[in-house]
C-alpha cells in the first residue's frame, strides 16, 4: 500500500471501481430487488460468555426481549453456543408477540414486560423436534414458524436450557431489559409473565430473527457506537433503528436492519472487551445473515484509541479493505462509515487525531475501490467550531458516544440510494 499525490491511501489488491460524477439526487432511483426466502428482521452479534458461570444455567428459562425492522408471516429464530465450552441442551425454544410493542419509530416507549399476546406462543422445532444440543461453539437456526410479526414491535424469544452445560454466550450490551425464569420448569411456553422473576440486561442465546420473503438485508458492523451505547435505554434508537425507520418511509425497499455492533469491537484485534475483531467475525455476523444485501462498516476508533493502538492508518486501511473485498466476494455492496471524533476523552492524542484523519480520507476516497458507497458520520456528528470533538447536542457526555440525537444524525447520513 502506498499514499497517492493526494495524499490519498492506495490498497494493494483492492478492486478498482469508477465513481459516478452523476450527483445521487439526479440517479435514476434503482430497480426494486427480488423477494429473496429469508430476510433478518433482528439481530445481534454474539459477544461473550456470561463470567463465573462455567456450567450454565440449568433449569432457567430466558425470554429474550427483541424488536424486529421488517415483518413477516414465518419466522426462524438462531441461536448460538459461539462462547460455550460445552454442548448446551435447549429444551424448550418458543416465539412469542409480547404484548407490548417496546421502543417504537414515533418516539413512544411501551416495555415489554415479558408478557405475550394471547395465542401467539408458538414452539420453535429443530428438523421437527421440540428440543436441540447445540454444540461448543456452534451456531443453529430454526424450522420455520407460522407467525404473524411485524416489523416495529416487541418479540419474545424463550428458550429453557435443562441441564448444566458450558459458558453462556451473550450479547451483554443489549439496551435491552429481558426477563428469566430460575426454573428447574420449563416456562418457555408461558403466556403470562408470572414466572419471570428475573430481569437480565442481556441477550442469552439468541442471536437472529429471520421473517419470510421481502427484498433483503442491510448488516451494520461497527463497534459501541453501531451498539447503540448511551443511546435511550429499551427505545430502540440505534442509528440502525433509526435507518429501519428511514427506509420504512422512503422510495427505497424497506430492507431488513441487522445490527452487528459489538462494544469494545476493533477491525484487526481480538480483545478481551471487545470479542473477536471484526475481520474474525465477518462470515457468521455479516456474510450469512439471511438475505445480507449490503454492509455498513463502522469501526476503526478502538483500534485507534485502546491500548495496543494501531498508529498506522495503512494497517487499518487494509483491514476494512479486507473485510470489503470478502463481502464483494459474496455480491454484497460495502458501504464505508468515516470514523467518528473523539477529543475530550481520555484516550485523545495529536497522533492519535492524524490517525483518525488519514483512515478517514482514505474512506472519504472510496477506499481505494473498496467502498461501494460512503456515510459520513465523522461529518453528520463533529462540532463545526472544533472538528475534531463531536458537536454538544450529539454528545452523551463522555465525547466518543452520540446521545439518540446524534445516532439519529448518524443514520441520516446513510445514502440510501447506495443500499
Known amino acids: 500500500m502506498r499514499w497517492n499525490r493526494l495524499g490519498h491511501l492506495i490498497v494493494a489488491g483492492a478492486t478498482a471501481v469508477v465513481l459516478a460524477a452523476t450527483p445521487a439526487a439526479s440517479r435514476p432511483a434503482a430497480p426494486r430487488p427480488p423477494a429473496v426466502p429469508w430476510t433478518t428482521a433482528w439481530a445481534t452479534a454474539p459477544a461473550a460468555a456470561v463470567g463465573g458461570i462455567e456450567r450454565g444455567y440449568a433449569g432457567f428459562t430466558f425470554r429474550n426481549v427483541v424488536h424486529p425492522t421488517a415483518g413477516g408471516n414465518r419466522v426462524r429464530v438462531h441461536l448460538s453456543n459461539r462462547y460455550g465450552t460445552r454442548a448446551v441442551r435447549m429444551g424448550h425454544v418458543t416465539v412469542a408477540v409480547s404484548a407490548h410493542a417496546g421502543g417504537t419509530r414515533d418516539g413512544a416507549i411501551d416495555p415489554s414486560d415479558g408478557s405475550a399476546v394471547p395465542g401467539t406462543v408458538r414452539d420453535v422445532r429443530f428438523a421437527g423436534r421440540r428440543w436441540i444440543t447445540v ?32 459458558t453462556v454466550t451473550q450479547h451483554p450490551a443489549a439496551l435491552q431489559d429481558s426477563f428469566l425464569a430460575r426454573g428447574p420448569a420449563d416456562h418457555a411456553g408461558d403466556m403470562a409473565a408470572t414466572a419471570f422473576t428475573g430481569t437480565t440486561r442481556a441477550w442469552h442465546y439468541v442471536s437472529g430473527v429471520d421473517v419470510a420473503g421481502g427484498p433483503g438485508t442491510v448488516v451494520a458492523l461497527g463497534d459501541s457506537i453501531t451498539d447503540g451505547t448511551a443511546s435511550t435505554r429499551g427505545g430502540n434508537r440505534r442509528w440502525t433503528d433509526h435507518l429501519a425507520a428511514r427506509l420504512a418511509t422512503s422510495a427505497v425497499p424497506d430492507y431488513g436492519v441487522a445490527n452487528a455492533g459489538i462494544s469494545g469491537n476493533r477491525v484487526l484485534r481480538d480483545s478481551s472487551r471487545g470479542g473477536r475483531s471484526a475481520l474474525t467475525r465477518l462470515p457468521h455476523d455479516v456474510l450469512d445473515r439471511a438475505g445480507a444485501r449490503t454492509v455498513i462498516v463502522a469501526a476503526g476508533i ?118
Open 135 to 166: 454444540p461448543a461453539g456452534a451456531e443453529v437456526v430454526s424450522d420455520p414458524v407460522a407467525l404473524g410479526v411485524a416489523a416495529d414491535r416487541d418479540l419474545l424469544v424463550s428458550i429453557w436450557t435443562p441441564e448444566p452445560s458450558g
Open 302 to 419: 478502538n483500534d485507534i484509541q485502546r491500548a495496543r493502538h494501531s498508529d498506522d492508518p495503512e494497517e487499518i486501511a487494509a483491514g476494512l479493505a479486507q473485510i470489503a473485498a470478502r463481502a464483494r466476494a459474496r455480491g454484497m455492496r460495502v458501504v464505508g462509515a468515516t470514523v467518528l471524533p473523539w477529543k475530550g476523552r481520555g484516550t485523545w492524542t495529536p497522533e492519535r487525531e492524524a490517525t483518525r484523519a488519514a483512515v478517514n480520507a482514505w474512506i472519504r476516497a472510496g477506499g481505494g475501490g473498496a467502498f461501494t458507497g460512503v456515510a459520513d458520520f465523522d461529518a453528520a456528528t463533529r462540532d463545526p467550531a472544533d472538528p475534531q470533538r463531536l458537536w454538544p447536542g450529539y454528545d452523551s457526555g463522555d465525547h466518543l458516544h452520540p446521545n439518540d440525537a446524534g445516532q439519529l444524525a448518524m443514520a441520516r447520513a446513510v445514502p440510501l440510494d447506495e443500499l
